[in-house]
Nanobody, 122 residues
Framework: LVQFVESGGGSVQVGESLRLSCVVS????????MGWARQAPGKEREGVSV????????YYSSSVKGRFTISLDNAKNEMYLQMFHLKPEDTAVYYC???????WGRGDFSLWGQGTQVTVSS
């Protein structure tokens, strides 16, 4: 059973920073891939960033590249999403995800956490 424990969401002002955390347990894969997805009100889910831990490769959506950083602490089984220079359009429920598929940018993941709300106010 794969479990995600997400934390770190909240309300911030434009330009501020926030860090999301996710403790992952029970997830195994020959090519493990975990990441973050989000869903804004009235919009489809979208992939934000993924990390292939064995390959040590990270990928970002164009909307967050240069502002967000994904990282993984293997010793703690904990994944992070450091978000800088937040914008109102970053407002969404952010999900810890695993099992990335080819179309991960469109939110195509096999495993999802429960989500944590991020609200950015101007």
């Amino acid at each position: 059973l794969v479990q995600f424990v997400e934390s770190g969401g909240g309300s911030v002002q434009v330009g501020e920073s926030l860090r999301l955390s996710c403790v992952v347990s029970g997830y195994t894969s020959e090519n493990p891939c975990m990441g973050w997805a989000r869903q804004a009100p009235g919009k489809e889910r979208e992939g934000v960033s993924v990390i292939y831990s064995k390959l040590n490769r990270t990928y970002y959506s164009s909307s967050v590249k240069g502002r967000f950083t994904i990282s993984l602490d293997n010793a703690k089984n904990e994944m992070y999403l450091q978000m800088f220079h937040l914008k109102p359009e970053d407002t969404a429920v952010y999900y810890c995800v695993a099992g990335c598929r080819q179309s991960w940018g469109r939110g195509d993941f096999s495993l999802w956490g429960q989500g944590t709300q991020v609200t950015v106010s101007s």
